[in-house]
């Protein structure tokens, strides 16, 4: 596994964490307030017993049906706080494995609501009666415990629950239950023996029906919703991921073969040059026989220069072959590459340490100030554009290197990404900074980037001071 998947895989996970640790909090707040419900809605002033002693006076069974929709509602409000705040603490559950989180789900279920029960028996001297439906709604939470619904909002997922909870209630207002347990609830028994009295037992019914009916089947039509949205989330996610693989293979082979090409492109470049090496050896030998100094010192110099050409193919094939330049020549070669390049008048340079000497592969560091220079450039607007190279010794003896436009900017929501493998801002192929970071960290360095929006960018490359033993003998 390559880095940058470690690295996203990471990321991954401490959002999760983060989620969860939101989630526990959400949970643990919407249980407290399952047990402050009974407090803040009561039956007093939800009027259901005004509704009740109308419907008895006029002998109306409408107002019996007004007080069961009145009661659903009293209870259903009552109910989502605990069981939402136990469904998203079950839910944080999602990471362990399947067996834990079923046994962490159980308990979770089994012991909170009963004890959000107790409590409000306990505080408010009122007796939740712990009947059929309450067990069902248990048992959803749990059932929903098994399911993967780790792409899909939680928002749905919750929507799906208060549609069930709701209909649950529905079970409580039906007179033929009245024998079993459902609606044994003071309030609930007292509307059905209205009904009884106004002879309104097959409508309440019937109605009771209809409205458990249409929820039930919004709750399991959400749940289908939220299936197939989950399945098709995860067949996108592993998509991308199977997409992001064959890219990386991609990108292998190619670096393979650009490899391979660099080889032998070294290989016909070094022949010419052993050839022409021999050959002023040989010239050179002819010139000290006559005792010719100055056609000596010519051949010498040719000598030392097929001597650097040679050390600078090297390092254009072999990323860990160094040498030991100055922060002068390498911002003198780093100039001259530019100098045809229709933003070359824009760079301003200032090098308060000429002299300093850094151990690097100047070919490839080279490339790092040149693809910075070429961001800036694209970031900056004429006519009033600016780019700074500037060097410069650190208090520690440390080389820095700083590229400063007066650009566009980078969105701060967007520099976390910047040095990612195939990201960028301008439609590029993204390999740029990916590519500074690399190299500087092959050279022992560091890079940081400070970026306003509508201001500019600053990139700061620190290496470490040359070694005085490595910068005496020269190339490694």
């Known amino acids: 596994m390559d880095l940058k998947r470690e690295h996203e895989l990471g990321q991954t996970a401490e959002a999760r964490k983060r989620t969860d640790r939101d989630l526990r909090c959400i949970g643990w707040g919407l249980v407290l307030l399952g047990v402050l419900m009974p407090a803040l809605v009561t039956v007093e002033n939800t009027g259901i017993y005004r509704t009740l002693m109308n419907g008895i006076y006029q002998g109306q069974e409408i107002y019996v049906l007004l007080a069961a929709l009145k009661l659903v509602v009293l209870n259903a409000v009552r109910a989502y706080p605990h069981y939402m705040g136990v469904f998203f603490l079950v839910e944080t559950f999602r990471g362990m494995e399947l067996r834990r989180r079923l046994l962490a789900s159980i308990a979770a279920v089994g012991i909170l609501i009963p004890g959000v029960y107790l409590l409000i028996n306990r505080i408010y001297g009122i007796r939740y009666d712990f009947g059929i439906p309450a067990l069902s709604m248990i048992a959803m939470i749990w059932v929903l415990a098994k399911i993967d619904f780790s792409f ?16 649950l209630q529905f079970l409580d207002m039906m007179p033929l239950l009245w024998n079993f347990p459902f609606g044994r609830g003071e309030s609930s028994y007292d509307i059905k023996l209205v009904s009884k009295f106004l002879q309104a037992d097959s409508f309440l019914q019937a109605m009771a029906t209809i409205f458990f ?79 010719d100094q100055t056609e000596g010192e010519y051949l010498e110099r040719i000598e030392t220069m097929i001597d650097r050409m040679s050390s600078m193919i090297s390092e254009i094939l072999h990323e860990e072959q160094r040498s030991v330049v100055t ?55 004429r006519p009033d554009g600016k780019i700074w190279i500037r060097v410069e010794e650190t208090e520690g003896a440390e080389i820095r290197f700083q590229v400063e436009d007066n650009g566009t900017g980078i969105p701060r929501e967007l520099l976390g990404e910047i040095w990612e493998k195939g990201f960028s801002i301008r439609s590029s192929s993204g390999l740029g900074l990916n590519f500074v970071q690399q190299v500087v960290e092959q050279c022992d360095g560091s890079v940081e980037l400070e970026s306003v929006e509508r201001e500019g960018t600053v990139v700061t490359v620190s290496l470490p001071p040359c070694e005085e033993d490595v910068c005496e003998t020269g190339p490694v």
């Open 327 to 381: 922060t002068q020549e390498l911002l003198d070669a780093v100039m001259a590459q530019i100098s045809s390049a229709e933003y070359a008048d824009l760079v301003h340079t200032e090098n308060r340490a000429p002299e300093a000497k850094i151990r690097i592969n100047k070919i490839r560091f080279s490339r790092v100030l040149i693809n910075l220079v070429e961001n800036a450039a694209y970031a900056v607007r």
């Open 213 to 291: 009916a249409l929820f039930l089947f919004m709750s399991v039509l959400l749940l289908l919703l939220v299936v197939d949205e989950n399945n098709i989330r995860r067949i996108s996610e592993q998509k991308e991921l199977n997409e992001h693989m064959l890219m990386e293979t991609r990108m292998r082979i190619l670096e393979n073969r650009t490899y391979m090409e660099l080889r032998h492109l070294v290989h016909d470049l070094k022949s010419p040059l052993t050839s022409m090496q021999a050959l002023v050896g040989v010239v050179k030998l002819s010139a000290g026989r006559r005792g």
């Open 152 to 167: 899909v909002g939680l928002m749905k997922k919750g929507l799906m629950v208060a549609f069930f909870i709701t209909a």
